[in-house]
Each structure stands twice: as structure tokens, then as C-alpha cells.
């Protein structure tokens, strides 16, 4: 059986359901509407970033812990391979620190209430933001660490199915001249087709090893999908604030 086929058939049905979600969700629909307000989806893109912070500047820390726990746990390749792809990861926070700024300071010139770039990265995380650092120290620390495997397979895969369509969208409805202040979403459409790649490699790899872990496997990318589409809601939320003349800062 191919790597591909392997995934397919025992990885696959786990978050089929789930991954069903990213075209279903309302949230989401609204972004993507053909008329949507403009300002929504600036908003949208300033509350990914900052909020995205929290959840991107512990990733590199996240995927070398979890490989040193893989290759303790006598699977020495994927945890090596995990271990490598750390360093792929990063600094990647640093680029949503920089388009919130880009994308504030966009949003003032043009619009009101006016944003604070600081009070925005400060934000109190969300429910699902909590969750997400949690799935990832209890995968570590768990019977199967390398399950964080199945965690960037899902995560990343986002940004080779969904950033597509989302900077057209703001393309579209913002002007072409958002993308100087899209870095961090502009990059990994295009980094993580091959991170998804090898996230692919790396799941059939474990699925031939540790068949009997494909269940757990494909929960946890599961789980890990699932708050992610939360997360993305709650900035379509927060964004929907940031209209609000309340919400000046
Ligand atoms: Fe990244
Ligand atoms: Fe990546």
C-alpha cells in the first residue's frame, strides 16, 4: 500500500467529519461571502494575527519536544524527522507581530474606531486558544507523543487548502496592496505544501509502525482541527467587535 493510501485509509476517516467543517461553518461562510463588509475581513486578518501570536510562538518548542518524547519512545525516524522540522518553524510569530502592525496601521488610516496594535497582541486568549496550547503539552507528554504529527498535518494542511481562498478574498474586497501586510499568511501558503508533504511522509510512516495507535492518531488531529476552526471563528467574532465604536482603544 502507498504512503498516500495508508493515510487514507486509516487516518482519514478520523477527521473526515471535521475537516467537513472548514467549508460548513457559518463563521466562515460570512468571511468568504462574495458581499461581505470589507472591514470584516481586515478585521478578521488583524485578529489572526494577533491572537495567532499565542498560538504560534510555542510551535518550534511544541514539534522538538514531542520529537525528543518520539524518539525516546523507540520510534527514532519520526521523531528525528520532527525534531528537523522544529527548526522550520521558528521565529513564525514574528510575522503575525508585524502584519498586525501593517494591518493596523492600514485600518486607521482609512477607518475607525481606531485600533491599538499593543492592546490587540495583548488580547485575553479565547476558550479554544487555551486549548490549543493544551492538546499540544498533553500530546507531549502523553502516551503518543507523536501524534503531533497528526496535529501540523491537519494545521498546516490549512494553509495549503484555506490561505488560498482567503487572500483572494481580501485581494479582492481590500485592494491588492493587503498582501504587504499578509506576510505571515502569504508565506505559509506557500512553505507548507511542503511541510504538508512531509507531515504525510511522516504519518504513513507511523501508521506502518504503530498501527494500533491509528485510532489515537487521528483523534488528536481531529481534536486539533476542531479548535483551530473554533479559533478561526472567534476571530471572525473579534473581528465583527473591532466594527463596534466601542471597541475603541
Ligand atoms: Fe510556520
Ligand atoms: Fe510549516
Redesign the pocket.
Known amino acids: 500500500m502507498s504512503n498516500k493510501q495508508l493515510v487514507e485509509q486509516k487516518y482519514v476517516p478520523h477527521v473526515v467529519e471535521v475537516r467537513e467543517r472548514l467549508k460548513s461553518s457559518p463563521a466562515l461562510q460570512t468571511l468568504l461571502d462574495p458581499n461581505v463588509d470589507p472591514a470584516l475581513v481586515e478585521g478578521f486578518l488583524i485578529q489572526l494575527n494577533s491572537l495567532g501570536v499565542y498560538m504560534?510562538e510555542p510551535?518550534d518548542g511544541w514539534i522538538r519536544r514531542a520529537g525528543e518524547a518520539t524518539v525516546k519512545m523507540g520510534l527514532k525516524d519520526v521523531g528525528e524527522k520532527l525534531i528537523t522540522h522544529a527548526k522550520h518553524?521558528e521565529g513564525?510569530h514574528l510575522m503575525m507581530i508585524e502584519d498586525t502592525k501593517s494591518l493596523v496601521a492600514r485600518w486607521n488610516a482609512k477607518r475607525g474606531p481606531q485600533l491599538d496594535a499593543t492592546a490587540l497582541l495583548n488580547q485575553v486568549p479565547t476558550q479554544a486558544m487555551v486549548e490549543y496550547r493544551k492538546i499540544h503539552e498533553d500530546t507531549i507528554v502523553g502516551p503518543m507523543p507523536a501524534a503531533q504529527v497528526a496535529i501540523e498535518y491537519e494545521i498546516e494542511n490549512l494553509s495549503v487548502v484555506f490561505a488560498p481562498g482567503l487572500m483572494e478574498q481580501a485581494k479582492r474586497v481590500c485592494g491588492e496592496d493587503i498582501m504587504e501586510a499578509m506576510s505571515f499568511v502569504k508565506e505559509?501558503a506557500e512553505?507548507?505544501v511542503g511541510h504538508t508533504a512531509l507531515n504525510e511522509v511522516m504519518l504513513g510512516k507511523l501508521l506502518t509502525q504503530v498501527p494500533e495507535k491509528a485510532e489515537v492518531i487521528g483523534k488528536t488531529g481531529a481534536l486539533a482541527l476542531d479548535i483551530y476552526l473554533r479559533f478561526m471563528g472567534d476571530c471572525v467574532e473579534r473581528a465583527q467587535g473591532l466594527l463596534k465604536p466601542a471597541a475603541a482603544a
Open positions: 504560534t510551535v518553524e513564525h505559509h512553505i507548507d
